[in-house]
């Protein structure tokens, strides 16, 4: 029966591509696409789990190529509309790969970016167990990645299974693809030996399932060894070949190397290529069994890799060049009729009152799951710890004692849990782990003696510590940031990297936004801040990557009380199930707080934690007669800007200072207006928070510990000539005054600036 619904999911998926390639008219005559081999190759493992195996509790993380599979699947259990079939890759439609946020059906783990919906259940599974030991015990949950082969090239899986803090999961199982194909080529070599041994190191259980009944009963037969011995060393690119090849021509070349005896045990067989073609990955009952030996693995992961066939069941089997290929009009009949459908039924579900019928009803109700609370409910974070300092503060020192001032809230503090590469020190999280700990599934005994690490590590800890990995990191947070959905329980996650490295966790920064997902990321320190480390420890294109990172909030405050009121609103936010990240750049540097002290007696508190709140606001004011120009930095850089102010009020120039906390905020709320003029037509007006920042036309100087550009853009929205500075060059080694001087942002320079603008 489970072989009956496996060859009806595999027509519904085909079936999907086809007719969003074949039957829809897209206007401009480029192909739409779809995997209708890669989806082949992975429908017994998808049937065997999803109408067999597992449980409501279960996540899956879909390989990207198979997406037509999982909605034929759910199309099946009654989880999607019919009407959703014919939509694949269209607007409003089924999405090209599993996407969280986009599909109208059920998805566990966004996937497209081939290895990291893989390692995504390995940290949501890190989670889980973080949950449980923090809140009770959920439902058990089996975090399963499906993989393709060719996934395994990607450097961040291995990253991820050998990061200790993935260690001892035994509630997570990989199962991977293994048709020996990728996009261009076959996977060269027998590389599984290679893989195998890799994942045995990193302290996971590896299965095999390799052949199918037909092979186990030949490999049982006298002589059938040396038929086994055979196939398990031919090389990928040797097997791969035979799919082409039929009668003589396949005998010869299936024999071409073959030891003594492989000749004369096969020389009775008829159908040589059903029997060498028949692997595991598609028997049903193989692959039940090691899925639940996988289950009996309580201490460790499981990875089984499962023998597959690419474009299993369709004339387009195991051809090399598959990956994109395409049935005809006239294989699409044949295969419809081969499985006694006609074009009136070709797109039902089983009769309900038949044995696949009742399977796919009962499989619905076996999968059903309730509802998840995205929001923090009941907790009410303080829009202010009240940080005060008297002496210079830079925001990495205001950061870390912010954390600690709501680790001593009662009503956050439960919620808060922290993670980072190796560098918690060294980004100001050592005061908040002093207070909570360093998570471990066991109590385990601290050795340090310095007073100023406890490092206490056990079950309530709550700083998950990685190794050096950014790519980690951010699929960690990426997992924290949803286990309302995942795990059943909203956490309030921060993490820290040294900016300059936030670009080598990108891609899986991407992906967890993209999924979502809600967290705290600070980047410190920014700029040029280690400027004695040089240009590889210096930030340029990070305010850029803030900015235009979609579900991304960039905020780069210059004072401890704006960041105070910025970080406990984004915790506000997460737990309001609002926004998505906040992306903290934040700088060593320490600045006096006296000028934010100033502002804040002269605006007013409430208004000025609006402003802050809103992207920026007027810092300094020069009184004087004269031509009036502002002067808009944000970050470090607003000592140099407020003495260049000073010197321009000198020499008879009104000189305006804007603090600006999130460019990320200037520019949405400019987008929003734009684009509303756009739509109806009229002309877009200036938004509330650019307008109370600048509220006369004025030319304006940006200055920026980062790329200039990230803030060229103010000139255009005001309507003005503008003057950006900013680090355009990789730095070299040197002092903090050094490199500004290297990238014209000292005082002088600035004011240099602002008279350009002027006379522009």
């Known amino acids: 029966m489970l072989d009956d619904v496996a060859r009806r999911v595999l027509w519904l998926a085909v079936r999907m591509v086809d007719a969003a390639n074949r039957e829809r008219e897209t206007g401009d005559g480029v192909k739409v696409g779809g995997h209708q081999a890669s989806s082949a190759s992975l429908t017994s493992v998808m049937t065997a789990l999803y109408f067999h195996h597992l449980t409501a509790a279960d996540k899956v993380s879909v390989k990207p190529h198979a997406s037509p599979v999982f909605h034929a699947i759910q199309y099946l259990l009654g989880n999607l509309d019919r009407s959703y079939l014919t939509t694949l890759r269209q607007r409003g439609g089924l999405q090209s790969y599993p996407s969280r946020t986009k599909d109208p059906d059920e998805v566990d783990f966004s996937t497209g970016s081939v290895g990291l919906g ?85 302290g996971w259980h590896v299965a095999e399932v390799k052949y199918g009944r037909k092979l186990q009963a030949a490999f049982a037969q006298p002589g059938g060894e040396v038929l086994r011995t055979w196939l398990d060393a031919m090389p990928n690119e040797q097997y791969q070949s035979l799919f082409a090849l039929a009668g003589d021509e396949l005998r010869e070349r299936f024999l071409d190397g073959a030891p003594a005896g492989v000749a004369e045990f096969i020389a009775g067989v008829e159908d040589l290529y059903g029997l060498v073609t028949d692997l595991g990955g598609h028997d049903i009952a193989s692959l039940v069994d090691a899925f639940e030996a996988a289950d009996a693995e309580k201490d460790r992961p499981s990875v089984v890799f499962a023998y597959t066939v690419k474009g299993w069941g369709l004339p387009l089997a195991g051809n090399p060049r598959n990956h994109s290929g395409l049935l005809t009009g006239d294989q699409i009949t044949a295969l419809r009729g081969e499985l006694g459908l006609g074009e009136h039924d070709e797109w039902d579900r089983f009769d309900p009152a038949s044995a696949a019928g009742i399977l796919c009803n009962t499989r619905r109700e076996v999968l059903a799951r309730a509802p998840r609370e995205a929001r923090l409910t009941g907790v009410t974070v303080p829009a202010s710890t009240g940080l005060r300092s008297a002496k210079p503060m830079s925001t990495q020192e205001g950061f870390g004692r912010i954390l600690v001032d709501l680790s001593r809230d009662p009503a ?28 471990s599934p066991e109590q385990r005994r601290a050795w340090s003696a310095d007073p100023l690490v406890k490092w206490a590590e056990g079950p309530t ?14 699929l960690l947070l990426g997992q924290l ?16 990297v040294y900016d300059p490295f936030v670009c080598r966790g990108l891609d899986a920064f991407i992906y967890s936004v993209y999924s979502g997902s809600r967290f705290v990321i600070a980047g410190t320190p920014s700029g040029v801040t280690l400027a004695p480390e040089g240009g590889a420890h ?27 009121w910025l970080l406990c609103d984004s915790f506000a936010k997460i737990a309001a199930a609002e926004d998505g990240a906040y992306y903290f750049r934040l700088s060593t540097r320490p600045i006096d707080q006296a000028p934010f002290a100033a502002a804040k007696e002269r605006a007013g508190e409430a208004v000025l934690r609006r402003q802050v709140l809103a992207g920026a606001y007027q810092l300094w004011s020069a009184d004087v007669a004269g031509p009036a120009v502002y002067l808009a930095a944000s970050g470090a850089v607003l000592p140099e800007t407020l003495a260049a102010a000073r010197e321009l009020a000198e020499e008879g120039i009104q000189a305006h200072v804007v603090d600006v906390t999130s460019l990320d905020r200037l520019y949405s709320a400019w987008q929003r207006t734009l684009r509303q003029g756009v739509r109806t037509a009229t002309t877009p007006s200036v938004p509330g928070a650019l307008r109370a920042a600048f509220p006369v036309k004025a030319p304006i100087v940006t200055v920026h510990d980062g790329a200039s550009h990230a803030m060229a853009w103010l000139g255009s929205a005001l309507g003005v000539p503008c003057v950006p500075l900013g680090v355009d060059v990789f730095g070299q080694s040197g002092n903090v005054q050094d490199l500004y001087e290297l990238h014209d942002l000292m005082p002088g320079s600035i004011v240099n600036a602002a008279l350009a603008a002027l006379s522009l």
């Open 538 to 564: 210096q930030s340029t294109i990070t305010p850029s990557i803030g900015l235009e990172l979609p579900n991304t909030t960039l905020i780069e405050p210059a004072y401890a009380g704006a960041l105070d």
């Open 481 to 496: 940031g949803l286990s309302w959905d995942l795990s059943g329980q909203p956490l309030l996650p921060v993490g820290t």
């Open 412 to 439: 956050v503090a439960p919620y808060l849990v922290t993670t980072a590469p190796d560098v918690a020190t060294s980004t100001n999280l050592a005061g908040f782990i002093n207070r909570t700990g360093v998570f």
């Open 461 to 474: 800890g709550q700083h998950i510590e990685l190794g050096i990995s950014e790519m980690n990191l951010f």
């Open 118 to 202: 893989a390692a995504a259940p390995l940290f949501a599974a890190v989670t889980r167990r973080y949950v449980d030991a923090h809140f009770g015990e959920r439902p058990g949950s089996r975090f399963v990645a499906l993989i393709g082969d060719a996934e395994l090239d990607e450097g961040n899986i291995w990253e991820a299974i050998v990061d200790p803090a993935t260690t001892g999961l035994g509630n997570v199982m990989w199962v991977v693809d293994f048709n020996r194909q990728s996009l261009d080529r076959v996977v060269p070599g027998i590389q599984i030996d290679k893989w195998r041994g890799q994942f045995e190191a990193a």
